[in-house]
């Protein structure tokens, strides 16, 4: 999220519920979302408990608000598609619970890349980036050597930990900035 996707967790959600982003993360349950992304709890126990004091609130409607709010990164589109006709393999790695099929029934995103890590199911199910075990996931799963990986990632943190596990890694800015960091490791577009 935030590289191929706009998440709208970091601004639409803390205004679906009146508040700041820092009132929100104060007020959210600690763990919830997270158990949420790795498949420990349901969307109904997501809603029961993502505030620390049991609030209700309408989880149909925070989940329609977040489908309304999907939408590409600028640029992202025109950057996967010419990367996808040139033939190169391209794949999701996202900490994001099962809504990212909400993304993908809106946006169509496997026309460009396989949702083949997701910290929810498959082969990372369970994970979360920088958790060393989701990059080993990713690298086992592809076998293919780790240097021959190229990771993408709007997070510092997750860039390191991909670096890390022995692939090249770009932190991404933009579309501009990452054809650019593309063309200079000699990636054809």
Same mark, same amino acid.
């Given at each position: %999220?935030?590289? &191929?996707?706009? =998440?709208?967790?970091?601004?639409?959600? #803390?205004?679906?519920?009146? %508040?700041?982003?820092?009132?929100? %993360?104060?007020? /959210?349950? #600690?763990?919830?979302? &997270?158990?949420?992304?790795?498949?420990?709890?349901?969307?109904?126990?997501?809603?029961? /408990?993502?505030?620390?004091?049991?609030?209700?609130?309408?989880?149909?409607?925070?989940?329609?608000?977040?489908?309304?709010?999907?939408?590409?990164?600028? !640029? %992202?589109? $025109?950057?996967?598609?010419?990367?996808? !006709? +040139?033939?190169?393999?391209?794949?999701?790695? $996202?900490?994001? #619970?099962?809504?990212?099929?909400?993304?993908?029934?809106?946006?169509?995103?496997?026309?460009?890349? =396989?949702?083949?890590?997701?910290?929810?199911? !498959? @082969?990372?199910? !369970?994970?979360? +980036? @920088?958790?060393?075990?989701?990059?080993e996931a990713a690298i086992s799963t592809? /076998?293919? #050597?780790a240097g021959e990986l190229l990771f &993408? =990632?709007?997070?510092?943190?997750?860039?390191?930990?991909?670096?890390? $596990?022995?692939?090249?890694?770009?932190?991404?800015?933009?579309?501009?900035?990452?054809?650019?960091?593309? +063309?200079?490791r000699g990636i054809a577009l």
């Amino acid at each position: %999220m935030d590289t &191929v996707v706009v =998440d709208p967790f970091f601004d639409h959600m #803390p205004k679906f519920f009146g %508040m700041t982003f820092q009132e929100l %993360m104060k007020a /959210k349950h #600690p763990t919830a979302w &997270v158990e949420f992304e790795t498949n420990l709890i349901t969307e109904g126990e997501l809603f029961q /408990k993502f505030f620390h004091d049991s609030r209700t609130f309408d989880g149909e409607g925070l989940r329609s608000m977040m489908i309304r709010q999907y939408e590409y990164v600028d !640029g %992202m589109e $025109s950057l996967l598609g010419r990367l996808r !006709g +040139k033939g190169y393999e391209l794949h999701a790695m $996202s900490n994001y #619970p099962m809504w990212f099929r909400y993304i993908e029934d809106k946006l169509r995103v496997s026309q460009y890349l =396989d949702w083949t890590f997701v910290s929810c199911t !498959g @082969p990372m199910e !369970g994970f979360r +980036k @920088p958790a060393k075990e989701a990059y080993e996931a990713a690298i086992s799963t592809l /076998k293919m #050597p780790a240097g021959e990986l190229l990771f &993408v =990632d709007d997070r510092k943190v997750n860039v390191d930990a991909a670096l890390a $596990s022995g692939m090249d890694a770009v932190l991404f800015e933009n579309a501009h900035q990452l054809e650019a960091e593309l +063309k200079a490791r000699g990636i054809a577009l």
